[in-house]
């Protein structure tokens, strides 16, 4: 066996294995820990409580905060073929002075608006699904 087709046998199984990420990707953190009261959104992502925070969902475990985003999905859609147009809006999102949270999904950001996800797309905005906020902020 050549030693190319030894290395590559050998990485196989880390290829296949995602990387999980354990850091805060932005400042402003440090000294701030999230829970029900903190003054940040919570919302259910993935089984857990994850706390919006400037548009980067924070989950706190083991003693660091993992940076996570929606995940694009069949109740999340992305793609505007499987999402709807929004037509209950009286404006734009995206503007100065923008007063509803944004959120990462997928490789996107979205607005949260009543409980969906809306997603500013030329002239219109999609409805990508919906997010589930926790009451306690």
Not at 23 to 52: N, P, R, S, W
């Amino acid at each position: 066996m050549t030693r190319s087709l030894i290395f590559a046998a050998l990485a196989l199984p880390f290829a296949a294995t995602p990387v999980m990420a354990h850091e805060v990707l932005h400042a402003g953190h440090d000294a701030h820990a999230h829970g029900m009261g903190c003054g940040h959104q919570a919302l259910e992502h993935a089984g857990h409580v994850d706390f919006l925070h400037d548009g980067h969902l924070h989950h706190g475990h083991a003693g660091h905060v993992d940076e996570h985003a929606l995940e694009v999905s069949t109740v999340n859609p992305e793609a505007e073929e499987l999402s709807a147009t929004v037509t209950s809006d009286d404006h734009m999102h995206g503007h100065a002075g923008e007063e509803h949270m944004s959120v990462q999904h997928g490789t996107h950001v979205d607005f949260i608006h009543d409980g969906r996800l809306h997603h500013v797309h030329g002239d219109h905005m999609d409805d990508h699904g919906t997010v589930k906020l926790l009451a306690a902020r």
